[in-house]
T-cell receptor, first 109, second 118 residues
């Protein structure tokens, strides 16, 4: 039982590049979500999903896309990275985000 | 919209002493959950304790306990017998308990950095 896994752990992008942050959970949770953590602002919700095929926007969705084709996976896509997206990204799973992944530190130059 | 405020950016405590971290929140809901998360330098988010708004009794988990004042919308965390391993950033968080999509939505405070002195 691996819990919530995220890849990669670190990533550096140039402005305008695209990439996908991967998130997977093996606990059969319906609820999964993505947060970003910025200094002095706590964690803010980007997108969330209540099951395969169902996603919705959180507090800061602009610049990010998600899809949920399986219960296990919930990838977060940055279509055209911007320096403002430099942050630490967390995937969470379970009711109220009971389980968090280890995070991805993303730097956009 | 719900908001969560942690007014103490930093706190410190001596090892074996007790420290209390403050959190206030604003909501028009009556049914909700409150949480405290710990984030050590490893960056991992760890759920420390949770409180359901409809429960009168304050939650306790070993050395961690909360003081939940629903009318005042206050939710403080007390750490007793502080240990060096308690040093971390602590986040207070809120979510509605309305079912459906609300289960996936946490609102976090800004965090409090706790330093434990030997």
């Amino acid at each position: 039982n691996a819990g919530v896994t995220q890849t990669p752990k670190f990533q550096v992008l140039k402005t305008g590049q695209s990439m996908t942050l991967q998130c997977a959970q093996d606990m059969n949770h319906e609820y999964m979500s993505w947060y970003r953590q910025d200094p002095g602002m706590g964690l803010r919700l980007i997108h969330y999903s209540v099951g395969a095929g169902i996603t919705d926007q959180g507090e800061v969705p602009n610049g990010y896309n998600v899809s949920r084709s399986t219960t296990e996976d919930f990838p977060l896509r940055l279509l055209s990275a911007a320096p403002s997206q430099t942050s630490v990204y967390f995937c969470a799973s379970g009711p109220g985000g009971s389980y968090f992944g280890p995070g991805t530190r993303l730097t956009v130059l | 919209a719900q908001t969560v405020t942690q007014s103490q950016p930093e706190m410190s405590v001596q090892e074996a002493e007790t420290v209390t971290l403050s959190c206030t929140y604003d909501t028009s809901e009556s049914d909700y959950y409150l949480f405290w998360y710990k984030q050590p330098p490893s960056r991992q988010m760890i759920l420390v304790i949770r409180q359901e708004a409809y429960k009168q009794q304050n939650a306790t988990e070993n050395r961690f306990s909360v003081n939940f004042q629903k009318a005042a919308k206050s939710f403080s965390l007390k750490i007793s017998d502080s240990q060096l391993g308690d040093a971390a950033m602590y986040f207070c968080a809120y979510r509605r308990n309305a079912g459906g999509t609300s289960y996936g939505k946490l609102t976090f405070g800004q965090g409090t950095i706790l330093t434990v002195h030997p």
